[in-house]
């Protein structure tokens, strides 16, 4: 539901079958989606497609989630990857095993997890991104205005769906 929310929010009126395609599902699952969307006043569908409510936008508003396309790197295994950064949950993050399974579960190749500790991007347990790898560390930090606990997965996948999925659930896994 989030992806498609999100879908919305970013190309405005579309389509169902637009809507699928820009997601990566089928068209059966969309429409479930959308109904529950629909049920929750998120969005408006009418017969020129689907649009996001006030309702809709103010919930995206409300999660603690944004989401970025990064270009590959060595702290990630595949071509495609999404870094989705979770305000305030570094306290959740022990090892970054949970979440890098999570991403797996939901279709990605692997994730790498990032904490912001002490003004420091960190990967755990002890791995400064700053120091060691200042050009990643730098993507990360204009892709996103990042806190003291704030929380970075990098979601990989070899399509960009999966990818994005695989961050999501992740990140998703922490709220």
């Keep these: 539901m989030y992806r498609a929310l999100n879908h919305l929010s970013d190309r405005g009126r579309m389509g169902r079958r637009s809507l699928a395609d820009g997601i990566g599902i089928g068209e059966g ?3 479930t989606v959308i109904e529950s969307l629909r049920d929750r006043g998120f969005v408006d569908i009418k017969q020129t497609g ?3 409510t006030k309702d809709g936008r103010r919930f995206l508003e409300e999660i603690p989630l944004a ?3 990064i270009p590959p790197s060595d ?3 595949s071509d495609f990857n999404v870094a989705v950064r979770v305000k305030g949950f570094s306290s959740m993050i022990t090892s970054g095993i949970h979440q890098r399974d999570s991403a797996i579960k939901a279709g990605a190749d692997g994730a790498t997890t990032i904490v912001v500790v002490n003004g420091h991007l960190m990967i ?3 791995y400064n991104l700053d120091e060691n790898q200042p050009e990643d560390a730098a993507v990360l930090r204009q ?4 806190k003291e606990g704030d929380v970075v997965i990098i979601g990989t996948a070899r399509n960009w769906n999966d990818a994005e999925n695989g961050a ?3 990140a998703l896994g922490l709220l």
């Excluded at 892709?143 to 990042?146: P, Q, T």
């Design 50 to 52: 689907i649009q996001i």
């Design 29 to 31: 699952s969309i429409r």
């Design 168 to 170: 999501l659930a992740a």
């Design 143 to 146: 892709s996103f205005d990042l």
């Design 75 to 77: 702290i990630s295994l």
């Design 67 to 69: 989401i970025r396309r």
């Design 124 to 126: 755990p347990l002890n």
